[in-house]
T-cell receptor, first 114, second 114 residues
Framework: NAGVMQNPRHLVRRRGQEARLRCSPM?????VYWYRQLPEEGLKFMVY????????ESGMPKERFSAEFPKEGPSILRIQQVVRGDSAAYFC????????????FGPGTRLTVT | QQQVKQSPQSLIVQKGGISIINCAYE??????FPWYQQFPGKGPALLIA?????SEKKEGRFTISFNKSAKQFSLHIMDSQPGDSATYFC?????????????FGGGTRLMVKP
């Protein structure tokens, strides 16, 4: 049973470009969470999605950031017009059901903005 | 308050010793307290978790102690091994229909010396 998949693992973008991060949850999981980890810090919640729905985006910046989890395909975290402060590791986690406590994390995407 | 405070930031232990990491929280609505282990370049992996209806949970060499009145919980790693060298994160969440995003502590970088 494959774990949570994220790609790309490393992404370099120049300031002003767009970054697209993909997350494929574990098989049978329909709940996805995105977290951001700044260097030497803990993970911070960004957004929680179920298939075709954003349930909670309270941790996501209001501008430039968006997320989706379509009926088919991976969940995507999109960052428009990236700035240096967006450089971080972005992790997604999946869970089999709402209210379930156990979240399984992917390997992360390390975004570097030059 | 959603914050979870973790200490120490870094810890050096001799092989065979006991590693102790502490966390404190403010929000009494938290009802799930997991610990995650993260190796460099990898995503966090669930290590062990506890709910507030018990004061201690043990799995192999890992033990969580939970003090509800003090709003504190800790991870004890017995007989620490060099392979335990990693960053450890405590976390907390609230069960709810809107999902259970995790609030993470700042992390503890553990080094076990041979």
């Amino acid at each position: 049973n494959a774990g949570v998949m994220q790609n790309p693992r490393h992404l370099v973008r120049r300031r002003g470009q767009e970054a697209r991060l993909r997350c494929s949850p574990m098989k049978g999981h329909s709940h996805v969470y995105w977290y951001r980890q700044l260097p030497e810090e803990g993970l911070k919640f960004m957004v929680y999605l179920q298939k075709e729905n954003i349930i909670d985006e309270s941790g996501m910046p209001k501008e430039r950031f968006s997320a989706e989890f379509p009926k088919e395909g991976p969940s995507i975290l999109r960052i428009q017009q990236v700035v240096r402060g967006d450089s971080a590791a972005y992790f997604c986690a999946s869970s089999p059901r709402g209210g379930s406590y156990e979240q399984y994390f992917g390997p992360g995407t390390r975004l570097t903005v030059t | 308050q959603q914050q979870v405070k973790q200490s120490p930031q870094s810890l050096i232990v001799q092989k065979g010793g006991i590693s102790i990491i502490n966390c404190a929280y403010e929000n009494t609505a938290f009802d799930y307290f997991p610990w995650y282990q993260q190796f460099p370049g990898k995503g966090p992996a669930l290590l062990i978790a506890i709910r507030p209806d018990v004061s201690e949970k043990k799995e192999g060499r890992f033990t969580i102690s939970f003090n509800k009145s003090a709003k504190q919980f800790s991870l004890h790693i017995m007989d620490s091994q060099p392979g335990d060298s990693a960053t450890y994160f405590c976390a907390a969440s609230i069960e709810g229909n809107a999902g259970n995003m995790l609030t993470f502590g700042g992390g503890t970088r553990l080094m076990v010396k041979p």
